[in-house]
């Protein structure tokens, strides 16, 4: 092989502006006619639309704060019952399609209100400790988190 015949080195050539006329790319060098964007050194800032007042301006700011660490809805072992037949495993989940939690919920506490009388298993949840000893006493069982 010689080096007349190598076909294509897979390395594209940078495009040279501003070197006269004969160039293809002289004159205006690929920048357009007059403007900001046309000028040296010209930049144009994120979000800038025109002079008209920017999207990230004509949005409402968020206010206030979440905490990382948020509060766990409660849940009444009482209500259980309720919802939920004998032998019903019970998770987060299937709190929010019964509709005892809404679902932006991001912690579940079960505490222990009420009387429970069916057996149920509950997975996945946090649990206070009266609500632990009503759900075994019922027959139920927790794995909690």
């Known amino acids: 092989m010689q080096v007349h015949q190598l076909v294509g080195t897979g390395r ?13 790319r002289g004159t205006y060098s690929t920048r357009g006619v ?7 050194g010209a930049r144009i800032r994120p979000g800038f639309a025109g002079g008209q007042t920017p999207l990230y301006a004509r949005l409402p700011k968020r ?11 409660p849940v009444n072992v009482g ?3 309720k ?18 939690v809404p679902k932006g919920a991001r912690r579940v506490k079960l505490l222990g209100d009420g009387d429970l ?3 149920v298993s509950v997975q996945g949840i946090d ?19």
């Open 12 to 24: 594209k050539r940078r495009k040279r502006v501003g070197r006269g006329l004969g160039s293809r």
């Open 34 to 40: 007059k403007g900001q964007k046309a000028r040296a």
């Open 63 to 73: 206010r206030g704060f979440q905490s990382p660490h948020p509060k766990a809805y």
């Open 79 to 81: 209500s259980l019952g």
């Open 83 to 100: 919802h939920f037949p004998a032998g019903s495993r019970i998770t987060r989940t299937r709190l929010v399609s019964v509709g005892l």
């Open 117 to 119: 009388t069916v057996a």
């Open 127 to 145: 649990v206070s400790g009266s609500a632990r000893k009503k759900i075994e006493q019922a027959g139920g069982s927790v794995n909690s988190v």
